[in-house]
């Protein structure tokens, strides 16, 4: 579901040259829809940089860390089943 409504945000972006403020905790999603980013931590904005910068070249130590946190496509836990 979530994938489906950020297609369609993104969608809508490119067809009707929309511009918006997108709000999230789940960075790949906000990365997903942005050409943007501002990272904040203990409401205050803590590094801003264009989407590809933020996922490339991190630079404040939190985006490392949010970063770091979100789980691989290509990294299994321990007693995950590969479909």
Do not use: K, W
Not at 18 to 47: K, Q, T, W, Y
């Amino acid at each position: 579901m979530q994938a489906s409504v950020l297609n369609t945000v993104g969608r809508l972006q490119r067809e009707l040259g929309l511009s918006m403020l997108f709000i999230g905790h789940n960075l790949p999603a906000v990365c997903h829809v942005s050409d943007m980013v501002a990272v904040m931590r203990h409401g205050r904005i803590v590094e801003t940089a264009p989407t590809g910068t933020l996922l490339s070249a991190p630079a404040h130590p939190y985006t490392r860390t949010l970063l770091d946190s979100v789980p691989s496509l290509r990294t299994r836990l321990p007693g995950e089943m590969t479909v």
